[in-house]
């Protein structure tokens, strides 16, 4: 089992602030089928410079959205897609255009999100694997079936992954 491939950290430490579309920008996560991400659960911090911006996503339900990560497909695990708001991406070009204008070169970016359960946790593994495109290319893969009871401890994991609504 892996959690960041060395191709995923060699395409991030490349990424420029210019290159980064909002328009194309997507979190996406694989679940094990009990659990899915919540609501308001999806999110993406920004960092340029000493300036951070958190902006939550919002499910992008088109199937051409899906069919972009059909090849990370897996049998008990279901896929989800997430994008900007229209208002966000607005917002974050703008930060990008300051950012640029002032020859700010740093940046990172930070993709998150949290789960709800559909059912028992159990006891077997729970592997998430989370995405991140930037652009109108490929996903990257941030984490890679990486098992929540692994980074949660087991008395925290109901309250942590609590029932969905």
Do not use: N
């Amino acid at each position: 089992m892996s959690h960041v491939p060395l191709s995923s950290m060699s395409r991030l430490s490349s990424l420029k602030l210019e290159d980064i579309d909002p328009a194309h920008l997507r979190v996406a996560a694989r679940m094990p089928e009990l659990i899915e991400p919540r609501r308001d659960g999806v999110k993406v911090t920004v960092t340029l410079g000493s300036t951070k911006t958190e902006l939550v996503l919002e499910p992008a339900t088109e199937p051409r959205e899906l069919a972009a990560l059909s090849s990370f497909q897996r049998a008990g695990a279901r896929l989800w897609s997430y994008s900007l708001t229209a208002a966000d991406s607005a917002r974050l070009r703008g930060l990008i255009a300051v950012a640029v204008a002032a020859g700010e070169k740093k940046v990172s970016i930070a993709a998150g999100v949290d789960a709800c359960r559909r059912a028992s946790l159990g006891t077997a593994p729970l592997p998430a694997t989370t995405f991140l495109r930037t652009d109108a290319g490929g996903f990257i893969i941030l984490t890679e079936d990486l098992d929540l009871r692994s980074v949660v401890p087991e008395r925290d994991l109901a309250d942590k992954v609590p029932p969905c609504d």
